[in-house]
């Protein structure tokens, strides 16, 4: 029996769940979305070619499987028509298979404009520059703009006008950059509305009549556990909340309709912005964990920092997720380093702080690494001693079961354990 399961990133993202996700969604009849936005970037590798996903859910590249971008994603509908219009050559039916919350706020090109201003001032914490931190603050700061305000035209243009007038004052003397024209966003938001109308749903109904109707749904996280609003390393973090809960609140739905989470954490750690991260290698391994992973955002292209695997940060995320079992991916990059280091704790406390992540000094283990190229194994028979070892150690020092390895960018390219 097939159960509703979230997806969810044990790191800061990056951990390779668009490609779990896609691996998974053949067995599911709905894959929803339920936080952030375009900020993210999800590859799936399908019939050879890299597709990369920002808004829509991932898996939707697998038969009649429905994709939902839920009430508590923010949408900006540009770069959401792009996207489907890149889908529609790997699928010319997909726009009938995908539901966008009415409930979802809008990203607005002020929101946009104010993210890469503040980016460049001593505000930036690295963000995406996509303006998702500035919509979530609208939408919390009750003048946000939602979907379904698309369709009532007259009160649309009234709050637009209201919204780009505090704006434009914003923009202007704090900022000291050019107003927008409020007549230019409107039209421009008009057109996607026709654009976006046949896909506009209530994304409490379709996916809570999936999960009464007895139909399996899988729910897919963005970002990661230490990206999380409240719980992640603040105020270097997104502005959702990343972790398991989110998903009944961000599809209308009950908390318990999630019935079990599976985690994804990468065989090592990255972060790509700004942030405390105790284990970055800014030295030989740092640099070749980024060459050999490919480790440069699908978002934003920015070379991602890389490290270590940091037991304590992924128990710390498992434990907030309610995690049991994870996918440990991108195993294969670690091939060809002779000891492997991993963070086993931390010299002041073996516990994950994220209030105190600026001080935390890692304790290493080092265990022998394999040299084998392991991209072709698909039997976890066939994977060398030592990288079974490296994943036994990972799973003794976490307690959390690793359930399958990634040991590449192919959909198949996947060993369960
Ligand atoms: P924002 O979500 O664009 O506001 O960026 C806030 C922080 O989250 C920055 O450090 C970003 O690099 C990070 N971030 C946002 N989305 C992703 C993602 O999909 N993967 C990895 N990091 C992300």
């Known amino acids: 029996m097939i159960m509703n399961l979230a997806i969810v990133g044990l790191q800061w993202g990056d951990e390779g769940k668009g490609k779990i996700v896609d691996y998974l969604a053949r067995n599911f009849d709905v894959n929803a979305r339920y936080q ?113 305000d698309l369709y009532n035209v007259e009160s649309f243009e009234k709050k637009l006008s209201i919204n780009i007038s505090r704006k434009n004052l914003i923009l202007m003397d704090v900022y000291h950059a050019e107003p927008l024209s409020d007549n230019e966003i409107f039209d421009l938001y008009m057109g996607y509305a026709e654009e976006l109308r046949s896909m506009v749903a209530d994304d409490t109904k379709i996916v809570g009549e999936a ?36 998903v009944g609140i961000g599809l209308g739905i009950p908390p318990y309709s999630v019935e079990s989470v599976l985690g994804v954490a990468k065989a090592y750690t990255t972060r790509v912005g700004q942030g405390p991260f105790p284990t970055e290698d800014s030295g030989e391994l740092g640099k070749l964990l980024r060459e050999s992973g490919a480790e440069f955002g699908s978002t934003t292209g920015r070379p991602r920092r890389c490290g270590p695997f940091d037991v304590a940060l992924v128990k710390y995320a498992a434990r907030i997720n309610g995690v049991k079992e994870m996918v440990l991916t991108k195993l294969d990059v670690l091939a060809g380093i002779d000891k492997i280091r991993i963070a086993v704790g931390y010299e002041s406390n073996d516990e994950m702080d994220p209030f105190a992540t600026e001080q935390l000094v890692p304790k290493y283990i080092e265990v022998p690494g394999f040299a084998e190229d392991i991209s072709g194994v698909r039997s976890s028979g066939d994977l060398p001693d030592n990288a079974l070892n490296y994943i036994n150690v990972i799973e003794e020092h976490t307690g959390i079961k690793v359930s399958h390895v990634s040991v590449g960018p192919e959909r198949d390219a996947i060993v369960k354990m």
């Open 36 to 148: 952030g936005g375009s900020n993210a970037g999800h590859t799936v590798r399908y019939k050879g070619e890299k597709v990369i996903f920002h808004q829509v859910p991932c898996g939707v590249l697998n038969g009649n499987i429905q994709g939902v971008i839920g009430g508590g994603c923010v949408l900006d509908p540009k770069i959401l028509l792009e996207e489907i219009q890149n889908l529609t050559t790997y699928d010319p039916a997909i726009k009938d298979r995908i539901r966008i919350s009415k409930f979802c706020h809008l990203i607005m090109p002020y929101h946009i404009l104010i993210d890469e201003i503040r980016e460049g001032s001593k505000q930036a914490i690295g963000t995406t520059k996509k303006g998702i931190g500035v919509a979530y603050e609208d939408k919390y700061g009750r003048t946000g703009l939602r979907v379904g």
């Open 211 to 246: 999960i009464d109707a007895g139909k399996n749904v899988l729910f897919e996280g963005a970002q990661g556990a230490m990206l999380d609003i409240d719980y992640g390393t603040y105020p270097y973090v997104t502005s959702s909340h990343t972790v398991a809960s989110s």
